[in-house]
């Protein structure tokens, strides 16, 4: 149960970065290169000058892509820590003589649970 909650979880932010990068990354690219190209087309600026602008071009599209990394790694945090937690309750519930049956079960639930609370409340 737990892998196929870490496979839909995975399915579903494939689709969501697959969805951000088509709808807004492509256009700031193109907006990037678009604002590139008009730097090079000014004959009176110096080399340094056109670099300047060329990096000004890039930076919202460079922000844009450190803001999703982030959250991706955020995300990835939480779920990783809930997940450490419930693979503690489990251990501890068979330590504490509960059958490895009922364990699975508990940490199958957990682990849902962890994957519920996080898609519901994350930003992605």
Known sequence: M???????????????V????????????????WC???CCDD???S???????????????????ALVINELEKFQDHLARCTMHCNDKAKD????GSK??????QLDSCVARCVDDH??????
């Open 119 to 124: 898609m519901h409340s994350s930003r992605l």
């Open 47 to 65: 080399m340094q000058q056109v670099h300047q602008c060329i990096e000004c071009c890039h930076a919202p599209l460079v922000q844009a892509q």
């Open 43 to 45: 004959n009176q600026a």
């Open 93 to 96: 519930s068979i330590d504490a």
């Open 36 to 38: 590139s190209t008009s």
């Open 100 to 105: 490895e049956l009922q364990a699975k079960q």
């Open 2 to 16: 737990a892998e196929l909650q870490q496979l839909w979880v995975q399915e579903v932010v494939d689709a969501m």
């Open 18 to 33: 697959k969805s951000l990068e088509r709808e807004n990354i492509r256009k700031m690219q193109g907006l990037m290169f």
